[in-house]
């Protein structure tokens, strides 16, 4: 325990921001993969908790983990909430094609298979390799869960965990555990008229955007003179960029920032930089592994268009802005290879 002990001191001494770090990079993998979802949090486990789990032992009496530094894998530990479940998918596709991902299960499958409702959620033992994103390059080799889960299915999750964890030796009333089960069943149905909720709406911003779009041509020129702001963006980009996802609310203040601080502040100007042209271009340039979502694709498209002006002008915004210039620069470096800079 006391050779554990001393490894746990190093690493943690070595990684004083892996709990943002992690947060950041895979958040803004997300992200950038278009994917709408609810937050990213990570956490890295404490020496308690660490000892705790290494003094486990099985029915017969062994260790658990007889290698506890490499054989427990969630010394980091990150959790994705969506929104709803159809996300989820998505979610392991983008941590799979830039994680190695050395274990996954299905916690709602499992839960469903044995007859009974409880704990819903995807867990994922991954190891950041060669293709991971550029903020986790000093945890190379690094194991690390991943928890992916319904906003629902947390909720339910951390109400029940707390609940056992106040009562003694984790025995409650079993009229607790009838309301747990029943909870459980009623949030899966829930999940699944979320599921279909945004199906009806995906069917509805495509038919809304062709109409919207012929409307708009009748006035363009009234139109183009006009300005906006962040709470006209996500519907104003819907209308211009029909194919493209909505992203989180909360991030059009940051999308509007970025225009008004390259002097795109009209519906005219918005309307230039995302000429069909000008995304095609962008997109084949970076070669999307995903479908980017608002947020990215306007980011890209004015770096595109005003080059290492943009990176200058925007480099220390946004939530991570200590990663964020040299991520620019990258991406800006492979627009230049394909000769779509302006």
Not at 195 to 224: F, K, N, P, S, Y
Not at 243 to 259: C, D, I
Request: charged share 25%; with cysteine; proline share 5%.
């Amino acid at each position: 325990m006391r050779e554990l002990h001393a490894r746990y001191d190093e690493w943690t001494a070595a990684h004083p921001r892996a709990q943002d770090d992690f947060e950041a990079a895979i958040g803004e993998l997300l992200s950038d993969a278009g994917l709408a979802f609810d937050n990213v949090t990570a956490r890295v486990k404490t020496w308690r908790s660490l000892r705790l789990k290494a003094m486990r032992r099985t029915d017969g009496g062994d260790f658990a983990y007889p290698d506890p530094w490499n054989d427990i894998h969630d010394l980091v530990g990150v959790r994705v909430t969506t929104y709803h479940s159809n996300e989820i998918p998505a979610v392991l596709a983008v941590l799979g094609d830039s994680l190695e991902v050395l274990r996954t299960i299905d916690k709602t499958a499992e839960t469903r298979i044995s007859g009974q409702f409880g704990y819903g959620s995807h867990h994922l033992v991954c190891r950041v390799g060669d293709n991971a994103p550029p903020g986790l390059a000093p945890y190379h080799g690094q194991q690390f869960e991943v928890q992916v889960r319904t906003v629902l299915q947390h909720a339910w999750a951390e109400f029940e965990h707390d609940i056992r964890y106040k009562s003694p030796d984790g025995v409650v009333d079993p009229r607790i555990d009838r309301a747990f089960a029943l909870a459980a069943g009623l949030i899966e149905l829930a999940d699944q008229q979320f599921d279909q909720v945004a199906a009806i709406l995906d069917e509805e911003h495509g038919e809304g955007a062709a109409t919207a779009d012929g409307e708009a041509d009748a006035d363009r020129a009234a139109a183009d003179a006009v300005e906006f702001g962040a709470e006209t963006l996500p519907g104003l980009l819907t209308l211009l960029l029909p194919t493209v996802p909505r992203s989180k609310s909360e991030h059009y203040a940051w999308v509007e920032e970025l225009l008004d601080a390259n002097g795109v502040t009209t519906v005219g100007d918005l309307r230039e930089l995302v000429a069909p042209e000008r995304v095609a271009a962008v997109e084949a340039a970076l070669n999307y592994r995903f479908q980017p979502g608002h947020v990215r694709i306007i980011d890209d498209l004015l770096l595109a268009a005003f080059g290492s002006d943009h990176v200058a002008r925007t480099g220390k915004s946004g939530a991570h802005p200590a990663q964020r210039p040299a991520r620019l620069r990258s991406r800006l470096g492979q627009m230049r290879k394909a000769g779509v800079v302006g």
